[in-house]
């Protein structure tokens, strides 16, 4: 009877307390809609309890069974609501004990589905409001609801549904203008990834093959985001968000753990391929430069190369473990089209090269890193001494590349000896220039084809042997273009005396009718 008589005096004020609690509340807030969430699990728990009136001073006294017991004090006069568990002025409490007094008059279901619509609403004047500081409103509001509260950390199986889950929300709040899709896009990829690296907290964890086929597929996403820009046109109000990204990107990279040639990747990319103005790239580099920290070396250089700093890229030091970086330095020189800087980091990079293949490199990535950096090297000019000291680089896995530069030089007994010292097989030997040794020196690949035909012997088996007697025919040919004719029937014979006791190979020369 004492709350029906107090809810029907102070009507009015209730009234009032809920519209204060509905104008200072937000539902875009993860911590605001979290706390009105508990609020109406203590009111629909019927957790308040104990309440007692004070009649000479109006107050309404409300204990409220929580993880802790609290109080909360409800002035009617001074019209004042205030709790013991001395938190903000609207704590779950506080909410609940007026959501209490309330639903006596109205309905508090209503009123949380009024309220918890408003969000919609709300996200989508926050996306078109046109601003950094309501695309970060609405990207933390969806991405803080997405990840696990009270600071626990992400099961790595769940990261991509994540992911998927904020997009897929994020996409419902897209602008309408195609102009401004693509920035959107950039701009809300890049704070999402942050938002689940900064979740982690530990770089331990982000660890494991989930997070790196994460990682990757981010990083394609976004790099097809980044390429979308080039050459296109903006507008003067998409400044500030570029500004905004710059800021995201900067930190990204010097602040977060972990990965940090990814971290380096993404940077250097967006001021390669979106920012194209010499005079911001400039800008850019003196505030790296300000910051001097030492991770903030290898991007000053990727900088000073975009702006053609000769002074900063003369200072350069080569560290031979880290030369997969001073080839990345001179891929974007070479992009920029700016031979002299490419010219000067590949002369910079000759020297270390054989070490970098021999010790700092695993052998699965030599033959694609080699195949890349005779591509870039082919596009500077060499002395003889550089070229051989680049190809002897290369060693076993740049056979191709030594193979072709000893062509050119028509070093063709040099082209023999280096497949005899890595033999491979017939069919890479063609890739290598076969036929234009035969074609020069013929007489030179005898000796080669009598080394890969006893390697088919060797197997002792039927196929082998009639790939030795294939190789024994091309060898014919050979001797028949070098008149040697006198010199392979000898061989012939020597080989058929050798290798007498095995049938089956002799049965194969005599179909293969060897002799000259």
């Known amino acids: ?88 002025h609207w704590c779950r409490h506080s909410v609940a004990s007026v959501m209490q007094l309330y639903q006596y008059h109205a309905s508090l279901q209503q009123w949380t589905t009024m309220w918890r619509a408003k969000k919609q609403v709300q996200l989508s004047m926050m996306a078109h409001e046109r601003t950094p500081a309501s695309w970060q409103a609405l990207a933390k509001s969806i991405m803080t609801k997405a990840l696990p509260r009270d600071g626990r950390t992400i099961q790595p199986y769940l990261i991509s ?5 904020v997009h897929a929300k994020l996409r419902q709040h897209m602008p309408l203008e195609r102009e401004w899709q693509p920035l959107y896009k950039l701009y809300m990829e890049l704070y999402v990834l942050q938002a689940v690296w900064q979740h982690f ?21 976004i790099t097809t985001l980044l390429e979308q820009h080039v050459k296109r046109s903006t507008l003067f109000e998409m400044d500030a968000f570029y500004e905004a990204i710059e800021r995201l990107l900067r930190s990204f990279m010097l602040e977060e753990q972990g990965y940090s040639l990814q ?30 920290i030492v991770d903030t070396t290898d991007a000053v250089l990727f900088l000073a190369v975009l702006v053609q700093d000769d002074a900063l890229l003369k200072q350069l030091h080569i560290v031979p473990e880290r030369l997969h970086f001073y080839v990345a330095l001179a891929d974007c020189a070479y992009r920029q089209q700016l031979p002299h800087i490419t010219s000067q980091l590949l002369y910079a990079i000759l020297p270390y090269l054989q070490q970098y293949i021999a010790t700092h490199m695993a052998s699965s990535s030599r033959t694609s890193f080699i195949q890349h950096v005779a591509t870039l090297f082919e596009n500077v000019s060499l002395t003889a001494a550089q070229e051989q000291q680049l190809y002897e680089a290369f060693g076993a896995h740049g056979l191709q590349y030594f193979s072709r530069y000893l062509l050119r030089e028509e070093r ?77 029937n000898h061989y012939i014979e020597t080989m058929q005396q050798q290798f007498k006791r095995l049938r089956a190979l002799q049965e194969e020369m005599t179909k293969g009718k060897l002799e000259l």
């Open 201 to 221: 907290g530990n770089p331990e964890q982000l660890q494991g093959p989930i997070f790196e086929y994460y990682l990757t597929r981010k990083l394609e996403k």
């Open 263 to 292: 971290r380096l990747s993404l940077y250097t990319m967006y001021w390669e391929l979106v920012i194209r103005d010499t005079a911001k790239r400039k800008a850019e580099l003196q505030k790296l430069q300000a910051i001097s």
């Open 1 to 88: 009877m004492i709350l029906t008589t107090i809810v029907k005096d102070y009507k009015e004020l209730i009234a009032q307390w809920m519209q204060q609690i509905e104008q200072t509340l937000q539902a875009t807030d993860p911590q605001h809609e979290e706390l009105v969430r508990r609020a109406s699990f203590i009111v629909r728990n019927k957790a308040l309890q104990g309440d007692y009136f004070h009649q000479a001073s109006q107050r309404l006294y409300i204990n409220i069974q929580d993880t802790q017991p609290q109080q909360v004090e409800l002035d009617f006069q001074k019209e004042t609501i205030s709790c013991t568990c001395l938190q903000q």
């Open 161 to 165: 549904a994540i992911d998927e889950d």
């Open 412 to 488: 063709y007994d040099q082209w023999v000896a280096l497949h005899m010292l890595y033999p491979t097989s017939i069919a890479y030997l063609e890739t290598c220039g076969l036929k234009d040794v035969l074609a020069a020196s013929p007489a030179s690949v005898l000796p080669l084809y009598h080394v890969y035909a006893l390697r088919e012997v060797e197997q002792k088996t039927r196929i082998n042997y009639k790939q030795a007697v294939r190789i024994w025919r091309m060898m014919k040919s050979a001797a028949k273009k070098s008149n040697k004719a006198d010199y392979f």
